[in-house]
């Protein structure tokens, strides 16, 4: 009996499972999930399209009549005797106002609609939705906040008032209640769980129709939370915070940026379709038994090739590519082991690539890939974002065109050294760019390697610019002063101790100068603080004209400042000689004429301002005193100073 060719086996198998199988059954269950997609997708758009058209309704009515308020002769005086009576009226005339009033433009409230908390004034100005909006300077609708006076969950509305040159002089502020958003979709048109409301552009939660977990007001940490803010236009599926998956349908809301979000339980979405669906896989599986029936009593025929190439993959799938599949049976079997046998050969050959295009390419941040010899092969869109390297400019050159000479070779000796015996290093890298600019990167060097050989490179870069940025922001307003960004009284304390134990150690004198600025109070009661402030300025920049690069200027509070001069002499007498000179420096300098700008009533003005000094210097060295005792006795010796006469120099211990 002549033996049927291998192609005659494999027809008669496909089209007995391929015919019932994937034209009736996956056919009937695509189009019914389809249709079921179809339907919930128009339903819940339009109920996102209806809560978005209601709640603009709302917003832009808002608009209209804060805008209108803003125009009143009355609100535009700003005079908190005379307020508007229009505000409580409006208030009264619309439950969704939780409040309205207006402000100054440092966020003053001069008249609410709602009595101020004990009667006590209240100011928005370090509000972030306040803030905003001085900067926009236009109508802006604010994130959601408990508010001031209220106490309730409102998104504060607010418009400008402006007088009759345009400038603006004062907000009006409309805070929305947020039950106010509530579109009272009936409960027969959702199933139970369902959920609906609005998100901000920046993710966070405005309103939902059901909040027990408490989110309102801020950013979720759910996936589904996310996917809202980044779809914007659409639907989708996704995890909610509660565990629960829903089929989500999102529109955005042109006026606010919001978003208007509605979620239905995926398992009711589905259920009907998988009842379905169940039904007709039950039906699959008695067909495709009754086809492997068949199927087995075809594969006899052809059993001892088959097994014989079964026996091979197996032993390619658990990790062996030498083995090799014997070409024999059909003729059929026979080409499919000389293919199955090219096959092993090429993989075995396209394994590496494999490896390096799955290592590169499956992160968003910079990569790259090198060989052993430090060469780059590879690198991804991000790391020419970040580096400036296209790839035509950085394959086949070597790692160096990155390096910045702000690390030494011990560095790069210790991290080479990690990488050879964990296989991966990672830390903080500053590289120069291709622009010529220098910045820090964290970058995680990791080895690849086959059969225990490195056989590449990978390296991983994120940009922390931002974050350095951040840390050094933090340091300033911790160490500085914040008027004249000198050191603060914490910094002054760690330069001192740094400067006494260097007296220690080279046997030098240093000196603190406590000064203290005569007449500056009578400045400060005739003109006001922002004058005093810009005194104050230009006094410290006095200062550090006065002394080295290496002594330290520095705000102890108020007027008072205090000036610390490192390495001056082991002779006392020559010290003190040269702090003499610093503060006769000083004195000159600070006593000459101050001209200050100020405004009043809109109008530029220029004073005249003379201001001395009272200087009190104390020398120390070889700590013979604590820091304590030697800020105490410059201080002492300033007082001194005023007590004789003012604008005079006075030295610890010295007559």
């Keep these: 009996m002549k033996t049927a060719s291998i192609r005659t086996y494999l027809l008669m198998l ?3 499972m391929s015919v019932p199988l994937v034209a009736v059954i996956g056919f009937g269950i695509y189009s019914d999930m389809q249709h079921t997609i179809a339907s919930t997708k128009s339903s819940l758009r339009a109920l996102a399209n209806s809560m978005v058209s209601n709640t603009s309704s709302k917003i832009r009515s808002a608009r209209r009549i804060a805008e ?3 125009e009143r002769p009355l609100v535009r005086q700003l005079d908190r005797r005379n307020c508007d009576g229009i505000l409580k009226d409006l208030q009264s005339m619309e439950p969704g106002y939780a409040n309205i009033g207006y402000s100054n433009v440092e966020g003053l409230v001069i008249c609410s609609a709602a009595p101020l908390p004990e009667g006590k004034p209240v100011n928005l100005g370090k509000a972030p939705w306040f803030q905003n909006f001085m900067k926009e300077k236009r109508f802006t609708v604010g994130q959601p906040i408990i508010g001031p006076i209220t ?6 509305l607010s418009t400008p008032i402006r007088d009759e040159h345009q ?4 907000v009006v502020n409309l805070p929305l209640d947020l039950n106010s958003l509530d579109p009272n979709i009936p409960d027969q048109l959702l199933p139970a769980q369902s959920r609906y409301g609005f998100f901000d552009a920046d993710g966070i939660m405005i309103w939902r129709n059901l909040d027990p977990e408490g989110v309102i007001g801020t950013r979720p940490n759910a996936d589904a939370a996310r996917r809202i803010v980044e779809v914007r236009d659409g639907e989708f599926e996704s995890l909610a915070i509660d565990g629960v998956t829903r089929y989500f349908s999102v529109v955005p809301m042109p006026e606010t940026g919001w978003i208007a979000f509605v979620g239905v339980p995926a398992a009711e979405v589905y259920a009907t379709a998988k009842r379905r669906a169940t039904i007709s896989s039950a039906i699959a599986l008695a067909v495709i038994a009754v086809l492997i029936f068949f199927a087995t009593i075809i594969a006899r025929r052809i059993a001892t090739p088959i097994a014989a190439m079964e026996k091979s993959a197996r032993a390619v799938h658990n990790g062996n590519l030498e083995v090799r599949a014997g070409v024999a049976g059909p003729r059929e079997v026979a080409a499919v082991a000389v293919e199955f046998n090219a096959m092993i050969e090429a993989q075995q050959l396209g394994n590496a690539q494999l490896r390096v ?6 992160s968003h941040q910079g990569i790259v890939v090198t060989d052993t010899n430090d060469v780059i092969l590879r690198i991804n869109r991000m790391f020419t974002e970040i580096t400036g390297y296209g790839a035509g400019e950085a394959i ?6 990155l390096k910045s000479d702000r690390h030494d070779a011990d560095f790069y000796a210790e991290m080479w050294n990690k990488i050879l015996n964990d296989g991966v ?3 903080e890298i500053w590289n120069r760019l291709k622009n010529g600019e220098v910045r820090p990167h964290w970058l995680i060097i990791s080895a690849v390697k086959d059969d225990g050989n490195v056989t590449h490179y990978v390296g991983t870069y994120t940009d922390i610019s931002e974050r350095k940025q951040m840390e050094e922001q933090v340091r300033q307003l911790a160490f500085y002063d914040t008027l004249t960004n000198l050191p603060n009284r914490r910094l002054i304390n760690d330069r001192l101790s740094q400067i006494m134990a260097t007296s220690k150690r080279t046997g030098c004198y240093g000196a603190v100068l406590f000064l203290d600025l005569d007449n500056f109070k009578p400045l400060n009661d005739a003109h006001g603080h922002e004058v005093g402030d810009l005194l104050l300025i230009e006094a410290a920049d006095r200062l550090r004209n006065c002394v080295r690069e290496m002594d330290t200027v520095g705000r102890f509070g108020g007027d008072e400042f205090v000036v610390i001069l490192a390495e001056l002499n082991a002779s006392q007498d020559a010290s003190t000689t040269q702090a003499r000179i610093v503060a006769d420096k000083i ?15 809109g109008k530029a003005d220029t004073i005249e301002h003379r201001c001395t000094a009272s200087i009190g210097v104390a020398l120390f060295i070889d700590h013979h005193a604590s820091q304590d005792d030697v800020l105490r006795w410059a201080d002492a010796a300033m007082y001194q100073a005023k007590d004789a006469g003012r604008n005079s120099i006075r030295f610890h211990g010295m007559t």
């Design 14 to 16: 496909v089209l007995a």
């Design 68 to 70: 209108s308020v803003a």
């Design 151 to 156: 106490g309730k969950w409102v998104a504060v």
């Design 167 to 170: 400038q603006m002089i004062g």
């Design 357 to 362: 295009a799955a290592a590169a390419f499956e």
């Design 396 to 401: 086949g050159r070597r790692m160096n065109i």
């Design 425 to 427: 290093w990672e830390g």
């Design 587 to 601: 004195c000159s300098s600070l006593s000459a004429p101050y001209q200050l700008s100020l405004r009043d009533a």
